[in-house]
């Protein structure tokens, strides 16, 4: 299980982390998205992508030990909605990337 974040901080920069849990120790994957590039809605995307490509790189460990899925958890509604959708418009890029993904 997987859980996005993605946030402006004081000074306008923005950031997306995905954090899973393995054992008893929390493990955080993270990216650094610059200032006035992407606005928060972009920085909860790119971290659910960010969630899935890390998983991506683990295929064959989890398939080892039995792992069949893989939640992703997202307190973005309107990332979540935008990830089901390949439409143009904002987001287009990176929830194509996710759906390649899934």
Partial sequence: MWWTYGSPSDDSRV????EFKHGIEWRTRH???GTGRMEVFDAELWAIGLALRETFKRRDRHQQHGVKMVAVFSDSQAA???AAQLQPGLGQRLA???NRRV
């Fill in 15 to 18: 950031g997306a982390a995905a």
């Fill in 31 to 33: 990216s650094y998205l």
């Fill in 80 to 82: 979540i909605r935008r």
């Fill in 96 to 98: 194509r990337r996710i």
